[in-house]
């Protein structure tokens, strides 16, 4: 008995012990042989990734990359570079999304590449505006996300809906149209997970959540414009006009499935996600600008988008960012980005890419999906700059708005307990605010 | 086969003529003293020390300057005075009510029943209810999403909200209760194999039924294990996290801080403010330590009352 | 009570044979209605992977699919991302069988050593031993990995290994049966015919607790298996996941990564059998009485 259990625990034990060996050697940031190539490690988890990554590495055998997919994504990953830059054992190269630089820049987690970059003429001034911060550059834009409606063309023709609604009380009255003519059918739903969705119908209607003057903060969360947002919102959850639940629950899936929800308030990027939320209704959904505040207003916001950052751990900054530029800002790049992760690129002088002349597949119905997204990027707007503490923003609104839903209390107070808190953070850190 | 345990444990060579100390024993001991110290203590400590500082930002818009810098008991008083951290203990102490009684009551029930005369098809029975306790609670929790949403939901989410306001406890509670529900049976199971069978024997004679026997003989012999599962439970509601986590991109119900380990991992890892997470644990750590010792007391003077 | 059992009513196996021999039926019917209650979920998962994705959310829950559908997510679980869940298998084998039992030979070690000798400071050790029982284990991951940040050990085997790799818990259980379990004389006797402690430990200590051993390695097994806020905190790669992280991951909404809800499901489905089939398989060495027992101490 005794022998046999030693044995038996031999064999797992001498894994453990050989596995670890192996991978213990593994450590961030690369080689600095003079002879070897330099390695490069990149965090990045968008689908397809892998693609792109591969045809540097090929083209470039001086400088390899390794792609790493995170477990947590968004501001989990963030907190993990910010813990671990201290530690040193960040990446080169990490995927940020716009609102989150500025967090990554207090923390010291990102370095400036203005020193590496030839030039950034081709991208609009708000464009550069969401990467440059107090005269520096601190990633090359990839791509520009801008929000768009999607719909079910053939439930709202059915509906007797020839056009998409044009103004948020056309929307409103087609929200109507649809709830009585079907109960179990709404337009869209009101997602209280989503801060980003949230942000971006904000931007739409003028407001400015954040804005700087030296070295002071303005934090204006809750003005008139936002307020306009969640109280027009609210009016619809009230007249049982939106469903209320998250996005990409399973509920939700299934309602989008079966045309439950017909409407998708999303970024540019939704065609890429649609295939696995509601395989069934391929083709049947048509891509339009969000309604507008006033006829005729183009703004838009945004919701995603992001950089790649080259983080104040890598020992190869020049390389580090020479491929960032290759692949966010060079033909070659934005065509293997287009094609495998579907994004639509920041600068305008990509947006007219023979990539970008076939629609995603999920929108085949629709050929001239790209046109829609490159008018669109010309017209978006955004808050003046990103809060230090986004995360604590987005965090909260997730829980005041998702208790304000369930207890069905006021979006306006919900807002409010948005704004105090971020202002309270900013405070505690030692942020002046005004 | 019960092991009849007392502390009678200690070894007679203490008591013999005098011999060489053997240095084994230590040796063998090191391994998990130094774990401990590394792995327990120290994070416990370090967690201490964190918690009385802040991180302090300065110079520039974006702070040029990042320092930790002493912070008292600001973190503690913070955490101490915020509602939600009061809410989230409330509401993490409701699904404890819910789901330790239940979890106490249904074991010993089926324990009972497997022990019970003439019951069949205990092998199926023990085994299907013991088998959640492989599941791990990350995916139980999924499944049980699954079935809670009325879109796929086989047990009549279609009528029942079970994401609502204080149906909401019961489906979390319910999730944990399940995957702990058949280890707590087989220990209070095997507790009950172990009662002397000549014990029933007469009460049997007296004409004594299946239930009193039950109430009256088996239970109070098994109290001590029942203490056990209860303060097993409890140490586990104090420590609910996977389940409210993994449901709460299903539902609205559930914010970022609606127990308290949430909230030390929200305020760690998704606010990124390590210094109040520290400190919420802290307070955690003292709160469930002070918990279980007064759940101990409390059984062990129960136990002990029914046992005379 | 004390009433000593007749012999004309006591069987050979002490039962008495007086009565009907009519099956009991409520305590039957209680035990099946618990065993639909746990094994529901299951049933569900069963069926839920014999759909594609798009059946999921259109059928009845219970309908099972004969579409192929089955396959044709196996076949997909297996093969996604280059068959990435076979690696996060493998993953989940080495953390929770190869954690398990190191950490039970750690356990039994200092349970003998605790239980058989006692010398300075053994007492104290115990009695820390039991008090870390008490203490919650996730309010320290946070801190666990700040620890490991430095030395560059996160992100690594290691940093899920390592602290798994102490339970007080198994501990105390090993204590306890080593006290109850290895006699004294025994060892006296091993001692007399010029035994060195390190024998007696390994060939008797070792071998008459066996039997408990195994228990408390599928606990930790288990407790290893379960574990999800660890390896969450302090790994980023994919490639050194276990199961549970894998599947969470695939499950949870992440912008450009859509949900993959019937590949998710047929993973969970897939990683439910082998731990099951484990515990059927070791039934027999289940003593679970070692634990109820313990509390008399």
Known sequence: MNKKLLRALAIPVSAVIGLAGLTACSTAGGDSGSSGPVKLTFVNWDNGMDVVVAAWNKANPNIQVKLIKPSGTGYTLYNKLITDTKAGTNPDVAEIEYPAIPLMISNKVIVPIDKYISSLDNYSKNVLNRVQFEGKTYGVPQNICPLVFFYRKDIFDAAGITKPPATWDEFAADAAIIHSANPKQYISNFDANSPEWFSGLSEQAGGNWWSASGSTWSVNIDDAATQKVASYWQGLLDKDLVAPGPSWSTQWNTDMNTGNIVGWISGQWAPNQLPSIAPDTAGKWAAAAVPAWTAGDKKIGTWGGEVEGVTANSKHPAEAAKFVNWMNNSQEGLNLLIKNVQVFPASAKYQSLPALSTPPPFMSTQPDYNTLMAQLASNVTGFDIWGPNANITFNTYSDAFGKAVTNKTSFLDALKTVQDTTVADMKKSGYTVK | MAIALTAEGSPPASRRSRRRRPALPVLLVAPAVILLLLFTFAPAVYAFVLSLLKNHVSGGLLGTSNEQVFAGIENYIATLTDSEFWGSLGRMLLVAAVGVPTVLILATVFALCLDANRARLTGFSRLAIFLPYAVPGVIASLLWGFLYLPATSPIGGQFVDYFGNTTIFFAVANVAVWGVLGFNMVVLYTALKSIPRELFDAAQIDGASELQLALRIKLPMIAPAMTMVALFSVIGALQLFNEPTTLKPLTNAISSTWVPLMRVYTDSFVNNDIYGGAASAFTLLVMTVGVTVLVNVVGTRLSNRSSR | ?297
């Open chain 3, 1 to 297: 009570m004390t009433a000593i059992a007749t012999p004309r009513t006591a069987s050979a196996a002490g039962r008495p044979t007086g009565f009907r021999r009519r099956p009991n039926l409520i305590p039957t019917i209680i035990l099946l209605v618990g065993a639909v209650y746990c094994q529901v979920p299951v049933l569900w998962i069963l069926i839920a992977s014999t759909k594609s994705n798009g059946e999921l959310f259109s059928t009845p829950p219970l309908v099972p699919s004969f579409d192929g559908s089955f396959w044709s997510n196996m076949t997909g679980i297996l093969s996604y991302n280059h068959g990435i869940w076979l690696r996060w298998a493998l993953n989940t084998v080495l953390y929770a069988g190869g954690g398990g039992a190191l950490s039970t030979l750690i356990a039994a070690s200092a349970g003998y050593a605790l239980g058989k000798y006692t010398f300075r400071g053994s007492r104290f050790v115990f009695r820390t031993i039991v008090a870390a029982v008490l203490l919650p284990r996730s309010c320290g991951r946070r801190t666990q990995y700040l620890l490991l940040a430095p030395i560059g050990l996160t992100n690594t085997y290691w940093s899920v290994l390592l602290p798994q790799l102490v339970s007080p818990f198994a501990i105390y259980l090993c204590k306890i049966y080593a006290e109850a379990s290895v006699p004294d004389e025994l060892m006296e006797a091993a001692r007399i015919d010029g035994a060195t402690e390190w024998r007696i430990f390994h060939s008797i200590g070792l071998r008459l607790m066996g039997p408990a051993l195994i228990t408390v390695f599928l606990i930790q097994f288990i407790a290893v298996w379960n574990n999800f806020l660890l390896p969450f905190v302090m790994l980023t790669d994919n490639d050194l996941y276990p199961l549970t992280l894998g599947m969470y991951g695939m499950i949870m909404p992440t912008g450009g990564q859509p949900n993959q809800f019937s590949l998710v499901i047929a993973g969970v489905f897939l990683s439910i059998i082998p731990l099951a089939a484990i515990f059927l398989s070791l039934q027999r060495f289940w003593k679970i009485d070692l634990i109820s027992g313990g509390v008399k101490l």
